[in-house]
T-cell receptor
Framework: QKEVEQDPGPLSVPEGAIVSLNCTYS??????FMWYRQYSRKGPELLMY????GNKEDGRFTAQVDKSSKYISLFIRDSQPSDSATYLC???????????FGDGTTLTVKP | EPEVTQTPSHQVTQMGQEVILRCVPI?????FYWYRQILGQKVEFLVS????????KSEIFDDQFSVERPDGSNFTLKIRSTKLEDSAMYFC?????????????FGPGTRLLVL
């Protein structure tokens, strides 16, 4: 079983749609949860991070963590064509530096 | 957002050759990381480095790999004898500190192709 499983996509939505991106994990040691955005042939860019279960909102983005279910989500409201990218979930445990990534979900927002 | 730069942007090499990938520093960032991403696959952790020592390494980071800061400035990843399966994007990342919650800033990557 992979430590981090991400809904594979690809995902194609019309502009203005609400997007839900999801990951599950198996390692209970993961305590820090991140979402990265990666444009083609670029490095990952941190979008959001959270430590605890619950929701964290930043503009059109909401990160949700449910530690009891080992499930995290990223919601994008009012999606824009500029949101088109690959979204990566990532997690860290007590080994502070190492991030474990999901496979990524490629999102296309059509005008 | 702090900018991380990497050189070269692309590298083509023959199997068995040595390659050195470089990461240009952000002045006050002391923690360094290398990740790789094989085409179509996930980003994978290779190694973390602090105070001129490896902090942690993955099972991928075998004896063919090494890291150093040769002049206290650039952070390098060396692959001694490249294999076809080393073809990937290699990302350097840096953080101000090493805590679990520290943001790692990724460079744009070096695309390595081993023929």
């Amino acid at each position: 079983q992979k430590e981090v499983e991400q809904d594979p996509g690809p995902l194609s939505v019309p502009e203005g749609a609400i997007v839900s991106l999801n990951c599950t994990y198996s390692n209970s040691a993961f305590q820090y949860f991140m979402w990265y955005r990666q444009y083609s042939r670029k490095g990952p860019e941190l979008l959001m991070y959270t430590y605890s279960s619950g929701n964290k909102e930043d503009g059109r983005f909401t990160a949700q963590v449910d530690k009891s279910s080992k499930y995290i989500s990223l919601f994008i409201r009012d999606s824009q064509p500029s949101d088109s990218a690959t979204y990566l979930c990532a997690m860290r445990g007590t080994n502070a530096g190492k991030s474990t990534f999901g496979d990524g979900t490629t999102l296309t927002v059509k005008p | 957002e702090p900018e991380v730069t990497q050189t070269p942007s692309h590298q083509v090499t023959q199997m068995g050759q040595e390659v050195i990938l470089r990461c240009v520093p952000i002045s006050n960032h002391l923690y360094f990381y290398w990740y790789r991403q094989i085409l179509g696959q996930k980003v994978e952790f290779l190694v973390s480095f602090y105070n001129n020592e490896i902090s942690e390494k993955s099972e991928i980071f075998d004896d063919q790999f090494s890291v150093e800061r040769p002049d206290g400035s650039n952070f390098t990843l060396k692959i001694r004898s490249t294999k076809l399966e080393d073809s990937a994007m290699y990302f350097c990342a840096r953080s101000l500190a090493g805590g679990m919650g520290e943001t790692q800033y990724f460079g744009p990557g070096t695309r390595l192709l081993v023929l």
